[in-house]
């Protein structure tokens, strides 16, 4: 049974920073891509950032050169290194993984930057 758990929000102030961390179970982990999601108050869910099972990376446009993804395959574990947060990256952050056809997600940990 596939289970992500992610943890490391909380409340910050812009241009501060957060670390989030997803910690993965149930699969072989070093073969799945990961995805980190984020759904802000009457948004859709958009993907922020990418970390291939080889650790390459993706970004949105909007969190270029602030954002870094990044895997540990041997603790199960991902990460997105958040800096110079803007209240417009409040959000509910989500790790994801899509393995045999079905897309499987943690509960999500909340973001919240202030002004």
């Known amino acids: 049974q596939v289970q992500l758990v992610e943890s490391g929000g909380g409340l910050v102030q812009s241009g501060g920073s957060l670390r989030l961390s997803c910690a993965a179970s149930?699969?072989?982990?070093?073969?799945?891509?990961m995805g980190w999601y984020r759904q802000a108050p009457g948004k859709e869910r958009e993907l922020v950032a990418r970390i291939t099972s080889g650790g390459s990376t993706n970004y949105a446009d909007s969190v270029k050169g602030r954002f870094a993804g990044s895997r540990d395959n041997a603790k199960k574990m991902v990460y997105l290194q958040m800096n110079s947060l803007k209240p417009e990256d409040t959000a509910v952050y989500y790790c994801q993984l899509f393995s045999g056809g079905i897309d499987y997600w943690g509960e999500g940990t909340q973001v919240t930057v202030s002004s």
């Open positions: 149930g699969i072989i982990f070093s073969r799945y891509s």
